[in-house]
C-alpha cells in the first residue's frame, strides 16, 4: 500500500504558475505508475496527466497539454506538477493518485485504473 499527502495548492491570479507535489509513503515508489487529476464544483473528476515508474513516458490532458508539466522524483517519493499559465477554468481541487504495474513505461489516464488517491489540494486561479 501507499498514502498519499499533496501539497502546493492556493490562490493565485490568472497567467500565474503553481508546483503541487505529492509525497508518497514507503520504500515502493517507483513500483507505482502516478497521476493527477482535478475536480471542480459540480463536475466529474477529470484525468490532467499521468507518468510512468521511470518517468519516462508522460501524459496530458488536452486542456493543459503545453502548460502542465508532470514529473517525478524516485529517491525522494515524490511526484510534481508544474502549471504554468494559469486560467480560471483550472480552477479545482487537485488529486494525486498511484497505480502499481509491472511495467515500467506505462501509465494510467483513467480514473478506475488508480488504486489509491491523495486527499486533495485546492487550487483557485483567479481572473
Known amino acids: 500500500q501507499v498514502q498519499l499527502v499533496e501539497s502546493g495548492g492556493g490562490l493565485v491570479q490568472a497567467g500565474g504558475s503553481l508546483r503541487l507535489s505529492c509525497a508518497a509513503s514507503g520504500r515502493t515508489f517507483s513500483s507505482y505508475a502516478m497521476g493527477w487529476f482535478r475536480q471542480a464544483p459540480g463536475k466529474e473528476r477529470e484525468f490532467v496527466a499521468a507518468?510512468?515508474?521511470?518517468?519516462?513516458?508522460?501524459y496530458y490532458a488536452s486542456s493543459v497539454k503545453g502548460r502542465f508539466t508532470i514529473s517525478r522524483d524516485n529517491a525522494k517519493n515524490t511526484v510534481y506538477l508544474q502549471m504554468n499559465s494559469l486560467k480560471p477554468e483550472d480552477t479545482a481541487v487537485y488529486y494525486c493518485?498511484?497505480?502499481?504495474?509491472?511495467?515500467?513505461?506505462?501509465?494510467?489516464?483513467?480514473?478506475?485504473?488508480?488504486?489509491?488517491w491523495g486527499q486533495g489540494t485546492q487550487v483557485t486561479v483567479s481572473s
Open positions: 493518485a498511484a497505480e502499481s504495474t509491472y511495467y515500467i513505461g506505462r501509465a494510467f489516464t483513467t480514473r478506475s485504473e488508480y488504486d489509491y
Open positions: 507518468i510512468s515508474r521511470n518517468g519516462g513516458s508522460s
